[in-house]
């Protein structure tokens, strides 16, 4: 977890925020898969 993400949700568990980054990632990889 970078320190900007850490000072934004000093409150939150990790969890929720390694949740959110991996459906991020999730969201871009498929349209790539999907043009290819």
């Given at each position: 977890?970078?320190?900007?993400?850490?000072?934004?949700?000093?409150?939150a568990s990790p969890a929720p925020v390694f949740?959110?980054?991996?459906?991020a990632c999730w969201v871009q990889l498929v349209p790539a898969r999907v043009n290819t």
């Amino acid at each position: 977890m970078s320190p900007e993400i850490a000072t934004l949700v000093p409150n939150a568990s990790p969890a929720p925020v390694f949740d959110a980054f991996r459906y991020a990632c999730w969201v871009q990889l498929v349209p790539a898969r999907v043009n290819t």
